[in-house]
Every structure is written in structure tokens, then in C-alpha cells.
């Protein structure tokens, strides 16, 4: 009888009971494979978690988070309920947005939180993969996140051993997949951000010798970041054919790395403000598809959509596109032309509306909010009804109106223009700098160790064999792959001569492409020589030997500054006014070579105590006081 009843309440807690999926990672004949409960299973993901109906519906099969919040519960089981899988996010704390990680207690709370989280969701039916992070690695400069990473892929793994693990990268950096080979080998799955670079993708993740699965954990249009500017940095969104051509070639190119990458999320499955409104944005305000959707059904699918979103092919003012930097006088009239059209022959209905650019533009996805009341439109309603104020009064019978005292509007406080972001609007817009240049702050490594400008290279023969030193400022980097799957870079070097552009290939860029960095600042050691491909070339090459921060070299390389003194110079006035640049940590050795000519002596002073850091101020010292200098560098 007991035996009876253990059997029958059995049957009646069974449908109550959770039971957690398994899934693990094979290698069968050189070739990743998800298996999920012992079946293969290929991601066809969207990051996001709105419409899920929908994204069951046109073949879908997972969603990705990227943290915690209070409606996670009601997501998961959303997601169970459309049979639909997570990629749950972990959020690990940013260094750009505070985070330190050479903090031990906040390093410890973190580990909680992460133990606490799996502890508490790993049995549910819809956890796929844990995604542990996102993109730590933007903007930062402590290492020390890939040492703490492997401890978090630990505590998850002690937590829960039947879901693998994933942390997601902005885009795909060789020194970055070193880093995270050495320092978090308990890392599963290494999931990559890529947008305007997917399509060499396949063949960098094989080059850079990651030897794990991965996963494109955000994929889509062209980031703002990719894409070309107006002259007062606005980036130019796509028209919606444009980004459903990028997303039909990205999806190709997904798919074409059929042994290492484990499926793929597109992003985004919603609607958010990044640089604009529809950016990223897979659906409008309003919850309507638009023609990336059309792209992303028949992938997932093989099939048509029933229904085609409307296809914007064109957009311009008076006559002009974005990149033609359209500027209007105010009161002249402005043309909008549109090429719209529905494939299906749907009527469609249209709406225009004037938006103010972005005021608060953030980096790495981080929440931006849409300022309906701008300055601009705060100014320009000012005006309006002080203007119509004014009216009212002259119309009054005896010009005395009644008119309401307006309150003007208050400028908000604005952070100033750093002078690299001033400089570089002053070029953008006059086309030359006006009130300085990027490299005057450096301006010292420049004229006393570079001792080549970039407009020497026009006439290479003269400067064949030659060791060359040189500085400036980079522009324009650029990084492919070749046809052959060989990764190449280029870049422009600028210094206050002009420019030149370098390009990088085989060794050579994989060595030194770190630093090809946009508006960094570059020391270079190079030569002239017989280009070395092909053997039997004649033509002429600059081998770029090193690359070095110019921000670090004065510390790495210069070793004493020796003043050339007159004896009938030497005196308290000139003694006190060099008091200034003199330290007693750090700079070089300052040494004071002190001559007369009439009895042609010279006597060396070496200073023990004090040493001195050359700036653009010491050389402005230099100048006035008309005074000799030599440096020695290591």
C-alpha cells in the first residue's frame, strides 16, 4: 500500500519537476559540434528578448541576454514556452565603466554574484550557454580581467558542469586571443561582437590559432564606428536595402566556417536608441519588421518571407546625400526625395519627421537616451513664440501688448573639447590645424630623436640602406584579409611635414598590429631596402622594423640633456629660472657643459641630485634664452 502511494504521488510531482537540458561541446572528424541532450544543435540566434513568438515563427531557435534584471524569470520561461533556448548573460563588470580589477573585495563579490546567479537558474529547461561578460575588453588596460575570467568560468563550471561556457569580445584581436589561451584555458566557447569585419572573420579565428569553438555573439549592419562621417562627425546610417545587403553577406559568411563556429546571434532582435533610433534596431518604435527581417526568415528558413518589408533604396536633401555634408541656411527652403517601394505592392504609408543628431552618444552599446527636448528645439520654440509675442503686441491697438515674459532657455554645461578633438574639427572643417597640432605636446621626441619626416620617402633611392627614425600621428588603418586568407593593415602616418601611407603584411602585421591604433601616436624604426615579394623585385620598400608608443619614449630611451653654457652666461638669474624644470624623480640626467672661449677651457658639471623632464615648455625656455642643448638617447 505505501508502496502504492510513493508511486502514485510520483507520477502526480512529475509534471512539477524541472529537469535542466545537457549540453556539451564534440570534436568529430576536426569539426565543433553542439550537442544538446545528444543532439546536434546549430544556434540560430537573436540578442534580445521581445517578439519571441515571432522569432520561433521565422525559425529561430535561441535568444542571448546579457545580464540580470527583474524580468529574467518571465523571459526564461517565455523562451521555454516558444521552445526557445538562452544564452544567458552573466554581466562581469567594465573597467570603462568603473570597474577595478585590481580590486580584491569587488573582484570577491563579483565570484558571489556569479555563484548565486548559476546556482540559481542552471536547472531550467532554457539555459543553452553561460555568456560571462561582454566585452571587457573595450577601453581597457588591466590584464588582469582574464585572470579573474577563468576563476568565473571555474565557479560556474563548480556550479554547474552541464553548460559550457562563453565571454564575448569586441571584434577579434590576436594579442586578445593569446591572452585568453594563457590566462582562461577553463573557457569553453569565445564569442565575438563583429559587424563590418565578419567577412574575415573564418579566417583570422584560424590564423590567430584560437584552437576552441566560437560563436559571432553580435552580428548586423555596419557599426557607427565603421562607417564614413559628415564633416562635424555624424555617422551616415544605411538605408535599409543598404544594411540588407550587409546582412545577407554576413549570414554567408557565418555559415561558410562549418568546422569551428558553433551557430551565430543577430543583433538586434528589438528596438533601442544607438546613434539613432533604427540603427541597430531589427523592429521600429512601433514593433514593425523592417527589410533585414526579410534576410534573417530566409536564412534561418530557406524560405521566402510571406509578407516582404517595404525597401528604402534612397534618401536625399535638395539633391544630396549625407556624405556631401549638407548644410542649410535657416528660412531656405530643403528638398527630401525618397526611393521607396514594397515588393509585395503594398500601399504604403509614410510619416516625416525632423530629428535632432544624438547628444548622447555612447560607446559599447551602453544606454543612450533619446532627448526629445534638445537645445536646438528648445532655442528654436524660444524664438518662435517671442517672435509671435512681438507680433501680438504691435497689433495691439496702442503697441502695448500683453505679451507673457518667456523664460530662455539654459545651456546645459558641455565638457570641453580635449585639443586632439579640437584640432581634428578644425581640419575637418577649414582643412588645415589653426590653432596648434596633434604632435606639439611631443613636439621635443620630434625634432631631437625623429630625425626623418615622412615627405623624405617620396625619393626613396636617396635613402636607400639607411636606418630611418620617424613619429607622427595615425589616420585611416585599415585591416583585411587577402583572397589567399593572409591578413594585411595599413596605415597613415602624418607628421608635420604630411604623410605617408605604411602597409603591413604576413609577420609583420601580425607582430605590429596593436598598434594601429586610430589618432595614436607612433615612433617608427625603418629601413629602405629591395622589396622582398617577389624575390626578384628591384622596386624599392620601407620595412618597418619597430613600432613604439611615442608616449613612452622619453622614458624608455632618453638617457641625459647636456646644456652648452657660456662662462660669461652662468649666473643666479639664469640659475633660478631653470629652477622650474627641475626634479629630483624620474626625467633624464642633467648634465651642464660649461666653456670659455678666450681661454678655450671647458669644464663638465654632472648633476647628482636633480633631473629634468623636456616638454614643449622646456624647449620654449631653449628658444627665448637662445641657450645650446644635445641629447643623448639609450
Known amino acids: ?98 570597474f577595478d580589477y585590481s580590486n580584491k573585495e569587488a573582484l570577491a563579490s563579483q565570484l558571489k554574484m556569479v555563484r548565486e546567479t548559476v546556482r540559481k537558474y542552471k536547472n531550467h529547461p532554457s539555459i543553452l550557454i553561460w555568456g560571462v561578460g561582454n566585452e571587457m575588453d573595450l577601453d581597457y588596460s588591466n590584464f588582469e580581467v582574464w585572470k579573474h575570467m577563468e576563476e568565473v568560468c571555474k565557479v560556474v563550471k563548480e556550479e554547474d558542469p552541464n553548460h559550457p561556457t562563453m565571454l564575448v569580445t569586441a571584434g577579434l584581436d590576436v594579442a586578445e586571443v593569446k591572452l585568453i589561451k594563457k590566462h582562461t584555458p577553463s573557457l569553453d ?12 572573420l573564418k579566417d583570422a579565428i584560424h590564423m590567430y590559432d584560437w584552437n576552441k569553438p566560437y560563436i559571432v555573439a553580435e552580428w548586423g549592419p555596419y557599426g557607427w564606428w565603421e562607417v564614413g562621417k559628415t564633416s562635424w ?7 535599409s536595402s543598404e544594411k540588407a545587403k550587409t546582412y545577407q553577406a554576413s549570414f554567408t559568411s557565418i555559415l561558410k566556417d562549418t568546422s569551428t563556429c558553433l551557430g551565430s546571434y543577430v543583433f538586434l532582435w528589438g528596438q533601442k536608441q544607438e546613434t539613432t533610433s533604427t540603427w541597430f534596431s531589427m523592429f521600429t518604435e512601433e514593433g514593425e519588421e523592417t527589410e533585414v527581417m526579410d534576410i534573417i526568415i530566409k536564412g534561418w528558413t530557406g524560405k521566402k518571407p510571406e509578407n516582404k518589408a517595404p525597401s528604402i533604396t534612397n534618401f536625399t536633401l535638395s539633391g544630396k546625400k549625407g556624405h556631401n555634408n549638407i548644410i542649410q541656411k535657416v528660412s531656405t527652403p530643403l528638398e527630401a526625395h525618397v526611393d521607396i517601394s514594397d515588393p509585395d505592392g503594398d500601399k504604403i504609408h509614410y510619416q516625416w519627421q525632423v530629428i535632432p543628431e544624438s547628444t548622447d ?10 532627448d526629445d527636448n534638445t537645445l536646438i528645439e528648445k532655442s528654436i520654440k524660444f524664438g518662435a513664440s517671442a517672435q509671435a509675442n512681438e507680433e501680438a503686441s504691435q497689433a495691439s491697438l496702442f503697441g502695448e501688448g500683453t505679451a507673457v515674459t518667456l523664460s530662455e532657455p539654459k545651456i546645459p554645461y558641455c565638457e570641453p573639447w580635449g585639443l586632439l578633438e579640437k584640432l ?15 604632435l606639439d605636446d611631443f613636439r621635443f621626441e620630434m625634432d631631437y630623436l625623429c630625425k626623418n619626416r615622412v615627405t623624405e620617402l617620396a625619393d ?88 613604439e608608443a611615442l608616449t613612452d619614449i622619453k622614458e624608455k630611451m632618453l638617457r641625459a640633456i647636456v646644456l652648452n653654457l657660456d662662462v660669461n652666461r652662468v649666473g643666479s638669474e639664469l640659475v633660478s629660472s631653470l629652477q622650474p624644470f627641475l626634479t629630483k624623480s624620474g626625467g633624464a640626467s642633467l648634465n651642464v657643459k660649461v666653456y670659455d672661449r678666450e681661454q678655450n677651457m671647458a669644464v663638465n658639471l654632472f648633476s647628482k641630485q636633480y633631473k629634468i623632464v623636456p616638454n614643449k615648455e622646456w ?15 639609450n
Request: with cysteine; proline share 2%.
Open 619 to 633: 624647449l620654449a625656455f631653449i628658444k627665448k634664452n637662445d641657450l645650446q642643448m644635445e641629447v643623448k638617447w
Open 1 to 98: 500500500m505505501h508502496k502504492i502511494i510513493r508511486l502514485i504521488c510520483f507520477w502526480i510531482f512529475l509534471p512539477c519537476m524541472v529537469f535542466a537540458s545537457k549540453v556539451e561541446i564534440v570534436k568529430k572528424k576536426g569539426r565543433y559540434e553542439l550537442l544538446k541532450d545528444g543532439k546536434p544543435y546549430y544556434i540560430k540566434g537573436a540578442g534580445g528578448t521581445e517578439n519571441l513568438e515571432k522569432l520561433k515563427k521565422y525559425g529561430g531557435n535561441s535568444i542571448r541576454t546579457w545580464g540580470v534584471d527583474a524580468q529574467t524569470d518571465n523571459i526564461l520561461n517565455n523562451a521555454e514556452k516558444n521552445d526557445l533556448t538562452v544564452c544567458f548573460g552573466i554581466w562581469i563588470g567594465q573597467e570603462r565603466q568603473g
Open 189 to 200: 566557447i569565445l564569442g565575438i561582437n563583429t559587424y563590418g569585419n565578419i567577412s574575415y
Open 233 to 239: 562627425g555624424a555617422a551616415l546610417e544605411e538605408t
Open 460 to 547: 626613396l633611392p636617396a635613402l636607400k640602406g639607411r636606418e630611418l627614425l620617424m613619429g607622427g600621428i595615425v589616420n585611416n588603418v585599415i585591416e583585411r584579409v587577402s583572397k589567399s586568407g593572409r591578413p594585411w593593415g595599413a596605415f597613415t602616418l602624418n607628421d608635420y611635414s604630411g604623410s605617408f601611407e605604411f602597409r603591413l603584411f604576413g609577420n609583420d602585421y601580425v607582430n605590429l598590429r596593436n598598434y594601429l591604433i586610430e589618432n595614436s601616436f607612433l615612433f617608427m624604426r625603418a629601413r629602405v631596402q629591395t622589396r622582398e615579394w617577389p624575390k626578384d623585385s628591384t622596386e624599392l620598400e620601407v620595412k618597418i622594423q619597430k613600432l
Open 424 to 438: 581634428e574639427f578644425e581640419k575637418d572643417v577649414v582643412g588645415m590645424y589653426l590653432t596648434g597640432h596633434p
Open 361 to 370: 552618444k555612447k560607446t559599447g552599446g551602453d544606454k543612450e537616451k533619446e
